[in-house]
């Protein structure tokens, strides 16, 4: 067993408001181009007066007199919707298992690492995008997107609303852990891949969900930003070695009220997965942090091993609302 030095008081928590009701949402159409179960749904609303987009597939067993699980898959900056519908394996899971799954596409912006004044590039708004854009004032509000997004899919689909589920990968992995925060009240459970809560900051949820998160180990982009330049040690307390991921662990753990013990819970060749428990006792205050073996900045699919969506799913299941 290991222990985290707990987070310093000496950080405030953020608190940020939300205001779901006020008439930020000014969809008037939703544009179904296909709608017929089995199959891809390509749906066109408004929101704050912009145009957005997402894919819905409904699995081939949907039954409108019977609730199914709704889960939401954020693509990686530059993404879209379209590309995790064909590369995430989530409809395979679908149809094992009834769920409904949503492809979102986020909003573009002109970032500075792309040169300010070129092309403009899908990123979400999670809490580390406000320091990367150009024009601040070019933000929109995801959170409220995707809680219309949520609204939407209800009033066409039977859904669960016990069983609410976000996944994202990279910059939809940080805005899943933004949901996570701010709209923990309507979704179940989180689990995000290679994107985090910025380190060292102290968040206050709506409630303490489940929480799953994972990092490859040769993924290049987070391994350069750390001590080991190049692969992530395959092992947590090896990896804890390097300051920014340790204040990532501790924003988590003061967040979320975890016990800074954490406990080797699966281990092979190509996984291990630790659990943090929650000081509240409830059995959804719980964090598993898993760190997959040789694994870069990819969202894994494999023929054979499971993959994201497949650990992500096994992790879902076990809660609802």
């Not at 953020?14 to 008439?23: A, E, H, K, P, T």
């Not at 519908?85 to 799954?101: C, K, P, Q, T």
């Not at 290049?220 to 300051?243: C, G, H, R, V, Y």
Request: proline share 5%; charged share 20%.
């Amino acid at each position: 067993m290991n222990k985290i030095t707990p987070i310093s008081y000496l950080f405030l928590p953020i608190i940020f408001s939300l205001c779901f009701g006020c008439n930020k949402d000014d969809s008037s159409k939703v544009n179904t181009v296909i709608n017929n179960v089995g199959s891809r749904i390509d749906i066109t609303t408004m929101n704050n007066g912009d145009e957005r987009t997402y894919i819905i597939y409904i699995p081939s067993t949907y039954n409108p007199e019977k609730e199914h699980p709704l889960v939401f898959q954020l693509h990686g900056g530059s993404g879209n919707g379209e590309k995790f519908y064909n590369i995430s394996g989530w409809n395979d899971i679908a149809e094992e298992n009834g769920l409904i799954i949503v492809y979102p596409t986020s909003f573009a912006y002109d970032m500075k690492n792309n040169g300010c004044g070129n092309n403009r590039v899908t990123h979400w708004n999670n809490y580390n995008l406000p320091s990367e854009v150009c024009n601040v004032n070019d933000l929109r509000d995801e959170t409220n997107f995707l809680n219309q997004v949520i609204n939407e899919v209800k009033a066409s689909y039977t859904i669960d609303e016990s069983r609410i589920y976000m996944a994202g990968f990279s910059r939809g992995s940080g805005m899943v852990n933004r949901l996570g925060i701010e709209l923990s009240n309507k979704i179940t459970a989180v689990g995000g891949l290679a994107g985090f809560l910025p380190g060292d900051t102290i968040y206050t949820p709506q409630r303490k969900l489940p929480i799953h998160i994972m990092l490859g180990t040769l993924d290049e982009k987070i391994a350069s930003q750390t001590i080991f330049n190049t692969e992530i040690p395959f092992d947590l307390d090896e990896m804890l070695d390097d300051p920014g991921l340790k204040d990532i662990l501790k924003t988590y753990i003061a967040s979320y009220n975890l016990d800074p013990n954490y406990t080797l819970i699966h281990s092979s060749a190509s996984g291990r997965t630790y659990r943090f428990e929650g000081n509240s006792g409830a059995p959804e205050n719980v964090m598993l942090f898993s760190l997959l073996k040789d694994v870069t900045h990819v969202f894994p699919n494999p023929p054979i091993e499971a993959g994201a969506a497949d650990i992500f799913w096994k992790f879902f299941q076990q809660y609802s609302l």
